[in-house]
């Protein structure tokens, strides 16, 4: 009984429309609801502190394929993005809740190995899985988790808090989880023209390694808390720098201005790339899945970061004006396009 | 990557096997989860009150048909059945987040539709949409809500608390959903075999609402609360009394006695039960997704409820060793056996 009187793709608007959409037509009715659809978490007014929830799907055959991503790693990578969550706004996990949808294709022993990387994880950021859900699916496996964490509510970091002047930083480096995928896809194929061909995975280790095990950037949420540091805006990587930029850009109504000769890309990323023949710079802004952090802090607090190994600082803010602009290594200022993924299009 | 050595079929220990199999695995590492696995919702202390959270996934072809179940409803129900959990542990429901994955055969119309449900559900319920994740799915229509609630210290009812002589109580009528079911099938089937024939769903409205547009019983919550009643224990109706009834008894360690005679059946369903050659009984004790209210109150409260239109008294709570029992009209008692839908059997 879908309707039959018009029919309007979504691929028309995209995922990013399509959250707009729903959001212009849901108001908050609870006081306590400080933050509802928008950021990386809601935000809920809990007295003393900020409660923080969030929740992500993960989809086989859209997010992942366990052709090569053993299922120990899907566990803890569920629990992982949902973290990241919850670090983007400078928030601490506390909870979980696991569901899944499986099919009869999977045994228990392959649902017991999900769980031990969902456990791995769970006492990695020390969080408590308490409850869930466990149903049937027609075909394939269906994973949504659901996260709790907290944050004292002077220390929350949202997207729109960024100013012009603002310095924009990246924590670790970027593009390695996108070029790890095009090496696994890459043995994929491979194993399929031939499954006597054993997976060559050696030297691509780090690369592989960031798509099967993401880490949310907890550690340096600590970091930043000892520097007596909150960032001005805050959000994880995991549609792709470019599209996290411009989410940070919208929000906060200012413009971005980023510099090519200073996105951290790690050597191997940029070997792999230029073996696969992509361009590393397009990968690092565009790549996904990295899960590290963007944030955005004031000029005052430019002595507490920089010298810290860690973290990268990109560019500036700018006023919204000005626009967001990529500046080559050669000088040139080009606009800069979200390419990152989204879904339905 | 599956694990090849050995391979357990999830339907060799069924749905709540492989939950028990998960709870055993994990523990709480937080004061803050003071009640993880196992009852409607799980418990965290935050603070003044308890926050309740709890999540359901709903996945198409296993728990809705849209031949038959418009979007909008089902929009309705995903969030009516997580407000139902909340319920359950006596709690008030607050916020929400509402994740999907839908394959390209859904229209941006039929999106909207199902947010339409949602909305309707948010105001009716009063809670607020806070979140979510909008993803592809390779096929079929998957939603996942998790849902945020709370509850004063005091007032919050585990399956855990009944004790024996309790009085055993139902709310509305049972097996009405189930029964729905069953008249939706047939006319799926008369209309596949004749798609000019209409539906004939006229005399069947209260069973066919029951089943597309269930209710969670926050209205007798609120009641419960003007009568200064706690239940000692307490859950939803959504696999079958039943089933319930047995958790109830597996997490108080009591026995469980109830009358047939007690069950309360609304008149239309126990006519079209029989017309469609099924035991009205059956129907009631073991049909699921009723989404009513189970609960157990003491003795000294029976004066409060023993008028109320609403609530049926259908036994009592004993001793462990009494084991758990049904005694039928005709006064034979019989072992009390869940026959409610378990995923994975």
């Known amino acids: 009984m879908e309707q039959k009187q018009k029919r309007t793709e979504l691929s028309e608007i995209g995922e990013f429309g399509l959250i707009d959409r729903i959001k212009s037509k849901f108001t908050l009715q609870h006081e306590a609801s400080v933050k509802g659809i928008g950021d990386d978490a809601a935000v809920v007014d809990a007295g003393e502190k900020f409660l923080l929830i969030s929740t992500d799907m993960l989809v086989e055959g859209i997010h992942f394929d366990l052709s090569y991503v053993p299922i120990r790693h899907l566990g803890y990578k569920a629990v992982a993005v949902n973290v990241s969550d919850i670090a983007a706004m400078n928030g601490i996990p506390k909870q979980i809740t696991v569901s899944i949808a499986i099919s009869n294709r999977f045994s228990l022993e392959a649902i017991e190995a999900f769980y031990e990387g969902v456990k791995f994880a769970c006492e990695n950021y020390r969080v408590d899985l308490v409850g869930g859900d466990t149903t049937s699916s027609t075909s394939g496996f269906i994973v949504s988790v659901s996260i709790l964490g907290e944050v004292e509510k002077e220390n929350i970091c949202y997207r729109s808090g960024a100013r012009p002047n603002d310095i924009i930083c990246a924590t670790g480096d970027l593009g390695a989880a996108y070029v790890g995928l095009q ?134 803010v700018t006023q919204k004006e000005q626009g967001n602009v990529f500046t080559t290594k050669s000088g040139n200022t080009v606009g800069l396009k979200a390419q990152g993924w989204q879904h339905f299009q």
Chains 1, 2 share one sequence.
């Open 183 to 316: 090496v696994l896809e890459r043995e994929k194929q491979v194993f399929l023209s031939n499954p006597d061909m054993q997976p060559e995975l050696s030297g691509y280790d780090y690369l592989v390694q960031r798509q099967l095990k993401p880490e949310a950037r907890m550690d340096l949420i600590h970091e930043l808390k000892e520097m007596n540091l909150a960032p001005s805006a805050m959000m994880d990587i995991s549609d792709g720098l470019a599209s996290e930029l411009l989410h940070i850009a919208t929000s906060s109504e200012v413009g971005i201005s980023i510099y090519e000769d200073k996105l951290p890309i790690d050597k191997s990323t940029f070997d792999t790339a230029v073996e696969f023949k992509l361009d590393p710079i397009t990968c690092a802004l565009n790549g996904g899945e990295d899960y590290e952090l963007l944030f955005t802090i004031r000029q005052d607090d430019y002595e507490k970061i920089k010298k810290h190994p860690d973290i990268a600082m990109i560019g500036y």
